[in-house]
C-alpha cells in the first residue's frame, strides 16, 4: 500500500549531480543603509512631542514694597500647575508659557502655591496669545509717541456689567482717557501712570472686579516671547 512518501531501494546510491550545477546556498541580504536623521525605533517610553497652545500670565504686586518673590520660584510655581516652556520676564511677575488642553484652574492653583511660597497674595490673570494679538491691534487710542510708554490695558479677572461700565466716570482725570472693551480697560495716559487718577483701585471698586495692568510695549515684548 502507498504510504504517500518516496523511498530509494536498499544498497542504491543516489545519482550525481549534474556538472555545472550551481549550489543553492542561502544568503542573508544586505541591510540597507540607514537614512541620516531617520528615527530609530519608537520614542522613548513616555516621551511626547511639545503640544498645546501659548499663554501670558500678567501678576500684581510682584517684588514691590517687600512682596518678593524670585522668578525662578515663580516659573517653578507654574510648572508645578502642569505648564510647560515656562518663561518670565523682568520682575514685575509676566510668564509665558505652553499648555495642553484647558487652563481652567491654572490661576487659581499659582495663586495659591504664591501665598504658600511667598506668604502673600498676588491676582494672577491669564491671556492666550491671540487674545493679546487682538487686544493690540484693536486698541482704540494711537501712541503719542513718547518717552514714557503712554498706552497701558488692565487685564481684569472678570467680564465686568454693562451698568457697571457705564457707571465710570469719563471725566475722573483730566488729559487722560480709557475705554473698557470685555475683560480690559485701555489707558492712554499720556504723563504715565504716576499722575494718573485711572488706578487699579478705582476700576477694581467700580467695576467689582480684580485688575492688573500693563503698558503696550510690554504686551508686545510678551507676544515675541511667545514665538521663541
Known sequence: MA??????????????????????????PKPRPEKVGAAK????????????????????????G????PMPVLAGLFEKAGCTAVKTYIQSGNVVFTKAGSIDGVAEAVERAIVRAA??????????????????????????????PALHALFLKHEPAPEAVQA??????????FEVRGS???LLCPNGLAETKLTNAYFDGKL??????????????MLEMCGE
Do not use: C, M, W
Open 168 to 177: 465710570l466716570d469719563p471725566g475722573r482725570s483730566p488729559g487722560d482717557r
Open 119 to 148: 506668604g502673600f497674595e498676588s491676582p494672577v490673570v491669564i491671556r492666550s496669545e491671540a487674545e493679546l494679538r487682538s487686544l493690540l491691534e484693536e486698541a482704540p487710542f494711537a501712541d503719542p509717541g513718547g518717552k514714557k
Open 208 to 221: 467689582r472686579t480684580t485688575s492688573t495692568g500693563r503698558n503696550f510695549r510690554t504686551i508686545q515684548r
Open 66 to 69: 517687600g512682596r518678593t518673590l
Open 41 to 64: 525605533g519608537p520614542p522613548a517610553k513616555g516621551a511626547k512631542a511639545p503640544s498645546g497652545s501659548r499663554y501670558v500670565a500678567f501678576l500684581r504686586s510682584i517684588n514691590i
Open 3 to 28: 504510504t504517500g512518501t518516496a523511498r530509494r531501494a536498499p544498497g542504491r546510491k543516489a545519482p550525481p549531480a549534474k556538472k555545472g550545477a550551481a549550489k543553492k546556498n542561502p544568503t542573508t
Open 184 to 186: 480690559h480697560v485701555y
